[in-house]
């Protein structure tokens, strides 16, 4: 049997290494065809030879690559899942965040931040990365992490002290009841300061988080329908980004919501030489979705998870985003 067994190992290395043909083997063994096939067979079997079909948007690094090039950005970086629990997730993402934005953030630099959860974890839990002794700067009124009553301004100013910065912060609240309560907030001489700060950014770290009050989309039981439907309905919000609701196209929407929203406008943000996204949660695709397709982000660090469905739905519906766009110049 050992003979054997080193014999059906040799064929195999002959076809698998050395890339012969199953007639080449035989005829250069002097065993019919027949025989190398059963070889073949068997030593799978036995599991000597293992045959792994990985899909190509499975492998990390090529779903990055090719997040790169579909979103044109600059950088992406995909956090592998490692099996733990969510806030070891988190806590990778938010290192390698550090890790991204300490070149850009260096003394005398200035930095934006905005109020989505994730951005409150980050000014929480953020290690030490070479921030120290430049400005940190809030992109939206005083909003509060959604789990934890604490403000966006406290959370700014307690991470000033830790890294010794320099913090500008909004004392305005996110949003007001009506539009014309907003714009007496921005004739203040507190929103004055901060939006000629926002001119002068040398980065900002932000996020997307979903927000629909939609019944066609909350009863929907599929990703990929919420996107053919947030595609069609370009009225409809795919989440909020920076603080305002944006269709799956990446625009602003014209709405009651956004027109009492105190905060950096995407004209400002585009600005910004180096524009950091930090995603997390699957939960929130549509609206990553969004905001990749605005043209206003240039790093993305985002979970195994999000990226592949992301990848996958672009894919299905490509060409994703030139469809979109043409679909956004007739909304």
């Known amino acids: 049997m050992k003979d054997k067994l080193l014999k059906w190992i040799h064929i195999a290395e002959l076809y698998y290494y050395d890339h012969l043909t199953q007639a080449e083997i035989a005829k250069r063994l002097g065993v019919s065809r027949s025989s190398v096939s059963m070889a073949l ?8 030879v293992q045959i792994k079909i990985q899909k190509p948007y499975s492998n990390k690094e090529y779903v990055a690559a ?3 090039k579909k979103f044109r950005l600059k950088t992406c970086q995909v956090i592998a ?11 990778m993402i938010l290192r390698s965040a550090a890790e991204r934005l300490s070149p850009y953030w260096k003394k005398g630099d200035s930095g934006g931040i905005s109020g989505e959860n994730i951005c409150f974890q980050f000014l929480s839990q953020a290690p030490a990365a070479g921030f120290s002794h430049s400005q940190i700067v809030s992109l939206v009124g005083n909003t509060f992490h959604s789990l934890r009553s604490v403000s966006l301004s406290d959370t700014i100013l307690d991470f000033s002290r830790r890294f010794d910065l320099e913090p500008h912060v909004l004392y305005t609240p996110y949003m007001t009841q009506f539009s014309s309560d907003r714009r007496t907030y921005e004739r203040a001489k507190n929103y004055s300061c901060i939006s000629k700060l926002w001119n002068g950014l040398d980065c900002v770290l932000t996020s997307a988080e979903a927000f629909t009050a939609a019944e066609d989309i909350l009863q929907m039981d599929s990703l990929e329908k919420k996107l053919q439907y947030l595609m069609e309905h370009l009225e409809q919000s795919a989440g909020c980004f920076c603080g305002r609701q944006i269709n799956i196209a990446g ?4 709405n009651d919501y956004n027109h009492c929203v105190i905060g950096i406008r995407q004209d400002a943000l585009k600005h910004v030489p180096a524009v950091f996204f930090i995603a997390a949660d699957p939960g929130h695709v549509t609206a990553v979705i969004g905001a990749l397709n605005s043209g206003l982000i240039h790093h993305l660090i985002i979970d195994e998870t999000s990226a592949r469905q992301i990848l996958e739905l672009s894919m299905e519906y490509y060409p994703f985003r030139e469809f979109l766009t043409a679909r956004a110049t007739c909304f």
């Not at 067979?41 to 000597?48: A, D, F, N, Q, S």
């Not at 625009?251 to 014209?254: D, N, W, Y």
């Open 81 to 91: 899942a490692t099996g733990k629990n969510e806030s070891s997730l988190y806590q």
């Open 66 to 68: 090719s997040l790169t």
């Open 41 to 48: 067979t068997e030593v799978r079997k036995l599991g000597l």
């Open 251 to 254: 625009a602003p929407l014209e």
